[in-house]
């Protein structure tokens, strides 16, 4: 059987797979407004990142869950991104969608890294308040560092102390 793709689709193949042929393994791609790049995140930022979605799931309320790096495209736009974490209706979590439109997010979280920071902090941003997502920057520690809160969106979830 063969896989129909639209041409922004076939577009976006192509990009990400002649990028993957060189990068390194556990790489994750992303394009933010047409600027295509790619990052391995190391243990440290790893490790914030699953203590963060232990504390987030605890706290959520049953209609909500938390994933981890969903593939998030903004429809007829050129950009895609992998976020660390994401909150969502469990409704919309259960279509094991293969990517997220960003209306149906109620929060994303980026852990910070130095190779990320400055997409992290501004593009995720203005990413976030465009879709009116409330976005909430983390800085790496232990368990976690600072949790920078955006809120752009209903403001009713609150990070994990």
Known sequence: ??????????????????????AAPGSRAECIGGNFSLNRPRTGHQRTQ??????IAATLPDEMEV?????????GADTWIVPDLVIAAVDVLKQDLPVLDPNDIAVMVEVVSPSTESKDRGAKVEFCRRHNIDYWVVAPGDPWGLIDVHGF???RLSPPS
Do not use: C, F
């Open 153 to 155: 969106g209903d403001g």
């Open 50 to 55: 699953a203590k963060l979605l232990i504390a």
């Open 67 to 75: 994933v981890t790096e969903p593939r998030v495209h903004q429809e």
């Open 1 to 22: 059987m063969a896989t129909v793709l639209d041409v922004e689709t076939e577009q976006e193949v192509e990009a990400v797979l002649n990028a993957m042929e060189s």
